[in-house]
């Protein structure tokens, strides 16, 4: 299971130092893809494939289905450890999440976020404001 906040950076060839608490979890290879709230998404290659599985499943006749596999797929990239533990992210990643130096990346659950720490920063501060009604939402949810 991903948990926590690790701040990092992101050096001007695109490199990324993953957490140590993460490696061990994310074995050989994993993907990296654009996520949502402008962020990235990380996934062992286990959850990658179960992920794709659902994803497989979308009807291609729902314009939104195919707009989403599309955008989803599209700047997957399969990711290796080099030896000092970082991934090189290409620039389209990097653009997507807005990474130009200092960011941090967020353990949740079944995968991992990469976020600028100017955008973590904001959505946490958001989050921590409405958490409450949030939670109280999610009661709707079984929670």
């Not at 599309?70 to 990239?77: D, L, P």
Request: glycine residues 6%; negative net charge; charged residues 30%.
């Amino acid at each position: 299971m991903f948990m926590g906040e690790f701040e990092h950076s992101v050096d001007t060839k695109g490199r990324l130092i993953i957490p140590a608490k993460f490696r061990e979890q994310l074995g050989e290879q994993f993907v990296v893809t654009r996520g949502m709230d402008g962020c990235l998404f990380g996934y062992p290659m286990t959850e990658w494939t179960a992920l794709q599985e659902k994803l497989k499943a979308l009807p291609v006749n729902r314009k939104d289905a195919r707009a989403f596999v599309r955008f989803f797929y599209s700047a997957a990239t399969e990711c290796e450890l080099d030896k000092q533990g970082r991934i090189n992210l290409p620039k389209s990643l990097r653009d997507h999440a807005a990474l130009t130096k200092q960011c941090v990346i967020v353990g949740v659950a079944n995968r991992f976020e990469i976020w600028s720490a100017e955008r973590w920063n904001d959505f946490s501060t958001k989050a921590e404001e409405d958490f409450d009604d949030i939670a109280e939402n999610l009661i709707d949810f079984g929670m």
